[in-house]
């Protein structure tokens, strides 16, 4: 497949990996055909008819994954398909924006559907409820961050639909950086062994210490942590580390973690904490409700 020029630089533009991105579409058509046709259009369509499909924001929302569809459609019309977008990743939309056009052989439209609508609410889903995090907090000067609970085979996408809910993403792999959680802390013998163990291994990678008490986040910071993550902390405990590391002088950055709700998160954003980490933003986002709207080429 060999996708336009336009396409292809708005998916690098939007930190997005091409070969990748072709790889998702191949699989989610390839899914949904599982090697025969699209049988109810091969009966119900004539061969030759041409429409226009619209895609419709059926609620408001925060849409990500525009480039996605438009591969996906590009991939199941054999690259006869003419795509418009009418508004940019990122954006908010109300109920009854056309979000993208797309004119085409009627069967390919109808066949590729469901597999770039599927991709397309997912990753506006997620976006819609990162940019409900982002918008709680904002002024405190924390960041929404997401973590690594995403679906196997769709993380880079899913971490790209957190950004344009105006979240940051943390590391996309373990190869990125380390995080030194409580099962490694166990097995080196403490929170300054397992940092020193890491940093000898490892000497260019940013760290990350997993704390679950002020005084394992004062080890941490001694010892030299790049960043570290405050498990399941009250905002007492999270105000105190914050003063902790202020106090030691070191450039140390703080993650909130674990059992944080939408209710909380104002709180413990304005204790001075960098970071919200909120796995929910991957695996348990709902999906933005948008529609396929079809219209024959007469």
Known sequence: MILPAALITELRTAGLDVGDVEQVAARALAED??????????????????????????????????????????????????????VADGARVEAGTVLLTATGFTR??????????????????????????????????AAIRDTRKTTPGLRALEKYAVRCGGGVNHRLSLADAALIKDNHVAAAGGVG?????????????PVEVECDTVEQ??????????????????????????????????????????????????????????????????????????GADLRALL
């Open 193 to 205: 062994p397992a940092y020193r163990a890491v940093r000898a291994a490892f000497p260019d990678l």
């Open 33 to 86: 055909l599982a090697g025969g046709v699209d049988v109810t259009s091969v009966a119900t369509v004539p061969i030759d008819q041409e429409s226009v499909v619209d895609f419709v924001a059926r609620a408001p929302g925060v849409v990500a994954g525009l480039p996605v569809a438009s591969v996906v459609l590009w991939a199941a019309t054999d690259a006869t398909v003419q795509i418009e977008e009418h």
């Open 217 to 290: 986040v004062r080890q941490a910071v001694e010892a030299g942590a790049d960043l570290v993550l405050l498990d399941n902390m009250a905002v007492d405990s999270i105000r105190a580390s914050v003063d902790l590391v202020r106090a030691s002088g070191r450039r140390c950055q703080l993650e909130a973690s674990g059992g944080i709700t939408l209710a909380s998160a104002a709180d413990i954003a304005a204790t001075g904490i960098d970071f919200l980490a909120i796995g929910a933003l991957t695996h348990s986002a709902p999906v933005l409700d948008i």
């Open 108 to 141: 390919a439209l109808l066949t590729a559907e469901r597999s770039a609508l599927n991709l397309l609410c997912h990753l506006s889903g997620i976006a819609t409820l990162t940019r409900g995090w982002v918008d709680e907090i904002a002024g405190s000067g």
